[in-house]
């Protein structure tokens, strides 16, 4: 019998929390109706998570995604895709602190990985289509 992965269908809410025990399952966000703080679990090697906005539409709300710690802090990045064609460029952190990433306005088609490799840090790999690039910050 075939295995099936069942993806998270996250809520409409202002806080979300991913359960290391979906670790490699698709996360659907819908459109939200407020910003959204995204914890992500301690890192486990081999840990990861697909984000996908499953919204018809740009979200009017951001997503704030978060390690809780700057000791597990964010490493590679996204693709920057302006909305309206002007822009495409990578969208990373410093690679030593930033444990945060805003992403505003989420456009349909935004993808994002976060995924472990060291039990350590969250390794970013994906794109964003938005209006705004997305904001790497320190907690």
């Given at each position: ?17 991913f ?32 984000m ?11 997503w ?5 710690s ?40 935004t993808?994002?990985r ?26």
């Amino acid at each position: 019998m075939p295995v099936t992965h069942v993806p998270v269908t996250v809520s409409d809410a202002a806080t979300y929390t991913f359960l290391a025990d979906n670790s490699g399952l698709t996360h659907y966000v819908p459109d939200l109706t407020a910003d959204c703080t995204f914890t992500l679990p301690t890192p486990k090697a081999g840990m990861w998570f697909d984000m996908v906005y499953a919204g018809d539409a740009a979200d009017a709300q951001g997503w704030i995604i978060t390690t809780g710690s700057d000791t597990n802090y964010f490493k590679g990045g996204f693709v920057f895709l302006d909305q309206d064609g002007d822009a495409i460029a990578p969208a990373d952190g410093d690679g030593n602190s930033n444990s945060k990433v805003t992403i505003a306005t989420p456009e349909p088609g935004t993808r994002i990985r976060f995924e472990s490799a060291n039990g350590t840090n969250w390794y970013l790999s994906g794109y964003v289509l938005s209006a705004t690039a997305p904001v790497f910050a320190d907690q």
